[in-house]
């Protein structure tokens, strides 16, 4: 009798003990909370030490990543053969008559016309590109590459995350123009930076 007595009470302790453990781990689970959206991810990978990236995002080994750049550096240091000029037939000049001077520059018939007017270089064009609510920082770096501001929408971002502005976002319409650089389209469409 005693043993049947010490084993129920045994059984029963440890079916018990198993309730009180869930109802732990129950209440641990949502005292943490999860981790539902992007940006909740993106702070804790921060908080971590760690880069997230979106599914569409080439990331590079560090291996990858060296000979991507030595491959770019090749390309740009590569020497530029020199094409053969096209052969661009000369200006008919009138002979010469005692009445019309040799000189091709006093002579008329050669020079410019009076209205004609040199080519100034063209202003560079500019492109406006809108951030609205709930656009990552990847949403904005595929937009601008998509519009042609910026050429590399990964390096885009790894220099934006490097100046920390991926929480800096403004919505809003901004200029910007070909070619220009990086840092200056990352001041354009961030908020400045708090110091705490």
């Known amino acids: 009798m005693k043993n049947r007595l010490f084993m129920l009470g045994l059984g029963i302790g440890l079916i018990a003990g198993a309730l009180l453990l869930q109802i732990m ?18 702070k804790a990978a921060i908080v971590q030490g760690l880069k997230v990236y979106s599914s ?13 750049q030595a491959k770019e550096k090749a390309s740009k240091e590569k020497p530029v053969t020199p094409t053969k000029e096209p052969v ?29 007017t040199t080519s100034s270089p063209k202003e560079p064009s500019v492109t406006t590109f ?17 519009a042609g501001i910026i050429n590399d929408a990964s390096g ?34 961030t908020k400045p930076a708090t110091s705490k």
């Open 25 to 42: 781990n129950f209440g641990q689970g949502s005292s943490t909370g999860t981790l539902a959206t992007r940006e909740q991810i993106d």
């Open 56 to 68: 569409e995002d080439k990331v590079y080994t560090e291996k990858e990543w060296q000979e991507k």
């Open 88 to 116: 661009v037939p000369k200006a008919v000049v009138a002979p010469t008559t005692p009445e019309q001077p040799a000189n091709k520059d006093d002579n008329p018939s050669v020079k410019a016309p009076a209205n004609s």
């Open 130 to 146: 809108t951030i609205v609510s709930g656009d990552t920082l990847n949403d904005v770096a595929a937009g601008l590459k998509k």
């Open 156 to 189: 885009f971002v790894q220099v934006a995350d490097g100046l920390k502005a991926n929480y800096r976002l403004q919505m809003g319409d901004f200029q910007f123009k070909k070619g220009e650089n990086v840092e200056s389209i990352i001041t354009k469409i």
